[in-house]
């Protein structure tokens, strides 16, 4: 069975700071997939990002990044000089990546970011 | 162009009440996912659509739960006998085919509140 873990349920900080995400997952599967979502207060998912297991290779995306660490079965991601408008839900997701897999995604419980001016 | 669309945005029923939830797809979208979210957790699988076929729906919690998705393109999640347990938001994402590869596009969902 799959099992996506974020351990912080909240994390509040003050524009500007860096802040970092952890994601920490459980799967059988030799290939599968990450992802992390945004879900701002209009509740739609929106995607951040999606890495397969044989890809360890850490991305920068502007002010995101994130940290892939197959030893760990973690995927955390980083805000560097966060803004208000980066209070939002984030999600971690996870999915197998087998030659039947269609996608189903397991997500994590999320973390509640909150940026103040 | 259109994104997922998900209506209505908010549906109110009573306990026992039979409710319709409806998930348009980006179009040409072959690959159509419901998922269930309980406040302060993340989304759950309920069922997977590929084409107008019900590929998987293990993550249906009863058989109060049906969807259909009969012309491959519109689905309709179906709850029978409402339970307050029940209540949450449903999502409903499209991907151009079903695989892992693939991006999944969410709607902004429908907030089911039972009384």
Known sequence: ?117 | GAGVSQTPSNKVTEKGKYVELRCDPISGHTALYWYRQSLGQGPEFLIYFQGTGAADDSGLPNDRFFAVRPEGSVSTLKIQRTERGDSAVYLCASSPQGSSYNEQFFGPGTRLTVL
């Open chain 1, 1 to 117: 069975a799959q099992k996506v873990t974020q351990a912080q349920t909240e994390i509040s900080v003050v524009e500007k700071e860096d802040v970092t995400l952890d994601c920490v997952y459980e799967t059988r599967d030799t290939t599968y997939y990450l992802f992390w979502y945004k879900q701002p207060p209009s509740g739609e998912l929106v995607f951040l990002i999606r890495r397969n297991s044989f890809d360890e290779q850490n991305e920068i995306s502007g002010r995101y990044s994130w940290n892939f660490q197959k030893s760990t079965s973690s995927f955390n991601f980083t805000i560097t000089a966060s803004q208000v408008v980066d209070s939002a839900v984030y999600f971690c997701a996870l999915s197998d990546g087998g030659g039947t897999s269609y996608g189903k995604l397991t997500f994590g419980q999320g973390t509640i970011l909150t940026v103040h001016p």
